[in-house]
């Protein structure tokens, strides 16, 4: 059995040497680290998710090119680090989104999307100038 003495100064030598090794790992902030091809990540710009994770952008410190593949065409794509960077800090998209359609596929998706809000509208005009009359 250690006395109290004994056992704070493991204590205290535990614990200068979990400094020790600390300070030999050098630790390097992420924010300051930007990949090759990559842009630096700004954590106070992107909107708030209420979620406990963090994404790998703001770990890492920066974003870096993504490959995918569109869901409605199959092909392939690159979402660059500099539209990523939009995407979360200028337009505010959730962190946890991904590019999943290309450029003409979403092209075409936001003018079916377009089409189909015209014809709702122009069928409740219809139907509320019958209502009046």
Known sequence: MKSGKQRRAEIKAARVARVAAGEARAYIDPRFTVYAGG???DPSRLAPDNSYGVPDFVT???YVDVCFRCVDCGAEGVWTAERQKWWYEVA???VWTRANRCRE???NKRAQREA???AYCEGMLRKLARMAQ
Request: charged share 25%; proline share 7%; glycine share 20%.
């Open 39 to 41: 842009a630096p990540c």
């Open 60 to 62: 890492r410190g920066s």
């Open 92 to 94: 505010k998209g959730g």
């Open 105 to 107: 596929c979403r092209a």
């Open 116 to 118: 189909s809000r015209a």
